[in-house]
């Protein structure tokens, strides 16, 4: 499996930012996706996840009502909008793949596949 992380950058804050994943290597409909974060000096964190036919979404207080997270399954992406971004959501912003799961995973643990990573800075 390879995960392809895009749409970082440099936004003021308010400002908004879509990232994309695109997974490739298996049947994406049989991987649960979330989008991690990990920030200077700080552990890495949960952020969204969707299961696999987007029928359950799960987010992070944080980001609750500014991130959404969706997948299409037949470009094999899944997206993290971004809105009404602050300064603390500069991180990299990793996403990763849980294979055939029981649940929706929010734990760093539980996923199999990860992206490269993509950095997100908002300046204030």
């Known amino acids: 499996v390879q995960l392809q992380a895009s749409g970082g950058g440099l936004v003021q804050a308010g400002g908004s930012l879509r990232l994309s994943c695109i997974f490739s290597?298996?049947?994406?409909?049989?991987?649960?996706m979330g989008w991690f974060r990990q920030a200077p000096g700080k552990e890495r964190e949960f952020v969204a996840a969707?299961?696999?036919?987007?029928?359950?979404?799960y987010y992070a207080d944080a980001v609750k009502g500014r991130f959404t997270i969706s997948r299409d399954n037949t470009k094999n992406t899944v997206y993290l909008q971004m809105n009404s971004l602050k300064p603390e959501d500069t991180a990299v912003y990793y996403c990763?793949?849980?294979?055939?799961?029981?649940?929706?995973?929010?734990?760093?643990?539980?996923?199999?596949?990860w992206g490269q990573g993509t950095l997100v800075t908002v300046s204030s």
């Open positions: 990763a793949a849980d294979y055939l799961p029981t649940t929706v995973a929010r734990t760093a643990h539980s996923y199999d596949f």
């Open positions: 969707i299961s696999r036919l987007s029928v359950t979404t």
């Open positions: 290597g298996r049947t994406f409909n049989n991987y649960v």
